[in-house]
């Protein structure tokens, strides 16, 4: 693609000139408890995720964007009409539950030095505001793209993504866009994501406790004993995790005890391939594995329009090197085709959004805003 620079620069330009207006946005929405709650008709998960939706796109329309609620479930703002398709930036406004070890109240949107802490506010209202506020950047130059533009405010990405599947039951998926729930530079991969049960009844205890500890417990995090320690040099190798022992009822009124293991595995491997070396060990135990959850992982090419117009937009913002990575990570792009995961956290960043006083600067916003502004003038586009 060929962009002028002078473009750039007057979209960063206008960037700039919300700095104050964001910032204040951002506040009022990591100012709102948005925990999953108790569902009801109207706010299937809680009343302070629908009062942060309600919120989101409240800043939405002052913008200027027409907006949709999706029955509470999920809701964007969209700029343009013109054109096949749409592009967009994905966030969410749930959060994780708050923990112990605050500083300051964590819904009281503290700014301290330049920067504000409170829960939610890189983990994802912050960003997914820097991505409407870039968009209303362009919108304000009355720029003109091939396709519309929406930035989406999911409401349940922290649990079980129920707020994207609604929401692909009533639109179709982008023809690009990015969710700006990870890091920098733009993750052309993830890697999969796999939850396995392993299980037997109680009568056979001991046989249980020593499979457990002998390849999970007592075992590297790799799956090396189970002989799934499949290795990619792009991705890494597979990580184990999310280690979880419970017991229950089965069916004719058995009472099995089961160890659940949640799997990061590298791109270029199937889901059939590890079952079928995690169910083989099982039934030489007399015990059972069972497929509880996947989801494949994700790739995009390098050189794919979309990837480049990203790798390109964080260059321009930053001047450092935006070659594609991968990722442990799990985000909506599982859950929606056409999407990459984009931004926040900048390189060595890490470990901030789930943890006691998350935090996010100013000056990290502002560029995140400026970054994604080229980003969505260049999507839409494609």
């Known amino acids: ?30 100012r709102i408890d948005s925990v999953e709650g108790e569902a009801s008709k109207d706010a299937p998960f809680g009343k302070g995720v629908k009062q942060a939706l309600s919120k989101a796109l409240e800043i939405s329309k002052s913008l200027g964007f027409e907006t949709v609620n999706l029955d509470n479930y999920i809701g964007y703002a969209q700029y343009g009409t013109a054109g096949d398709g749409y592009a967009c930036a994905i966030g969410h406004v749930d959060v994780v539950p708050v923990g112990e070890g605050w500083k300051q109240p964590p819904f009281s949107g503290y ?21 409407l506020y870039g968009l209303a950047a362009v919108k304000k130059l009355g720029l003109t793209m091939k396709r519309p ?9 922290e649990s079980g993504f129920e707020d994207l599947h609604y929401y692909l039951t009533k639109e179709k998926p982008p023809v690009c866009g990015f969710t700006p729930d990870c890091k920098y530079p733009v993750v052309y991969s993830e890697r999969g994501r796999a939850v ?19 390849y999970f417990i007592g075992a590297k995090n790799t799956g090396d004993r189970l002989g799934i320690d499949f290795f990619h040099e792009e991705y890494g190798v597979m990580e184990m995790r999310g280690y979880k022992l419970g017991c229950g009822t089965l069916t004719g009124g058995k009472e099995p005890v089961s160890f659940d293991v949640t799997l990061s595995y590298p791109g270029g491997f199937t889901i059939d391939q590890i079952m079928e070396k995690i169910q083989k060990k099982a039934q030489e135990a007399g015990l059972f594995a069972e497929l509880l959850s996947n989801y494949d992982p994700v790739i995009f090419k390098k050189d794919s329009p979309m990837v480049k117009a990203l790798e390109e937009s964080y260059e321009i913002v930053t001047g450092e090197d935006g070659s594609p990575v991968t990722t442990t990570g799990g985000t909506y ?7 990459v995961p984009f931004g926040p956290s900048f390189p060595g960043q ?29 999507l839409g586009q494609l």
């Open 1 to 30: 693609m060929d962009f002028n620079v002078s473009m750039d620069e007057r979209i960063i330009e206008a960037v700039n000139s919300y700095q104050d207006e964001m910032i204040q946005s951002i506040l009022e929405l990591v």
């Open 111 to 131: 700014m301290e030095n330049g920067t504000i802490y409170s829960r939610g506010v890189l983990d994802n209202k912050g960003p997914i505001l820097a991505c």
């Open 333 to 339: 792009a599982k859950a929606m085709s056409g999407i």
């Open 149 to 157: 533009v929406r930035i989406i405010f999911g409401c349940d990405e």
């Open 350 to 378: 890490k470990g901030i959004g789930h943890n006691p006083n998350e935090w996010m600067t100013v000056e990290d916003l502002m560029t995140n805003a400026r970054i994604y502004a080229l980003a969505l003038y260049r």
């Open 196 to 214: 396995v049960r392993i299980f037997g009844d109680k009568q056979n205890l001991e046989s249980f406790f020593s499979f457990v500890n002998e």
